[in-house]
């Protein structure tokens, strides 16, 4: 009874900070919105199993398009939850996000792999075409303000390169999509919840 309870508040508690970090967040490059997001600790609820289907889905996919992969970059990588799922098969990890607090949880969750507080545009790896073999970008698009040359800088750095977002999300982030040369979609589903998966290969 107790345990309900508490899981309730804190459900409750997490609606209502989201709700008020992310004011005006969708679309626009808010990067302020959403590091205040992150003032709380799993600000989108990353370790539920709805999550957690996703990620495994992801993985599935992952697996059956480009086998394993020797370097991924995860545009918007929050505090390393996919991360751990990605680095079972990947060697080498790479994580950017807008927010300087989820880069701090997410070095703490994975030593070993490579983060930091950045945007794409400014990633410290190396610009060099095809840097990595994978670039991914899983629920971030449509908190851009430009999807398009997003897409375009995961081109040049990725030799592959895969995105997911949830349904509602498809008309604004879908019609770049269509755009790339040799996409492939497919869906991952979760009780009502529906994500859109797109991957391609650049070489």
Request: net charge neutral; charged share 25%; aromatic share 10%.
């Amino acid at each position: 009874m107790f345990a309900d309870t508490a899981s309730l508040l804190k459900k409750a508690r997490r609606r209502l900070w989201m709700k008020y970090a992310l004011r005006g967040v969708g679309g626009n490059d808010n990067h302020q919105g959403l590091d205040l997001a992150y003032r709380m600790e799993d600000p989108w609820n990353m370790d539920s199993p709805m999550e957690r289907t996703r990620f495994e889905a992801t993985n599935r996919i992952i697996e059956q398009a480009f086998g394993r992969v020797g370097s991924v970059l995860e545009i918007g990588c929050g505090e390393g939850h996919q991360t751990e799922y990605l680095a079972r098969l990947s060697d080498r990890q790479y994580g950017i996000d807008v927010s300087p607090h989820a880069i701090e949880r997410a070095r703490a969750r994975l030593p070993q792999a490579h983060f930091a507080a950045t945007e794409l545009s400014a990633q410290p790896w190396g610009d060099q075409q095809h840097r990595f073999d994978l670039v991914t970008a899983c629920e971030v698009l449509y908190y851009l303000s430009d999807p398009a040359e997003e897409l375009r800088r995961m081109r040049h750095l990725g030799r592959n390169g895969l995105v997911t977002f949830f349904a509602p999300a498809c008309g604004r982030v879908g019609p770049h999509l269509e755009k790339l040369p040799g996409v492939h979609r497919d869906w991952i589903f979760h009780g009502g919840t529906a994500w859109l998966v797109a991957w391609w290969r650049n070489d």
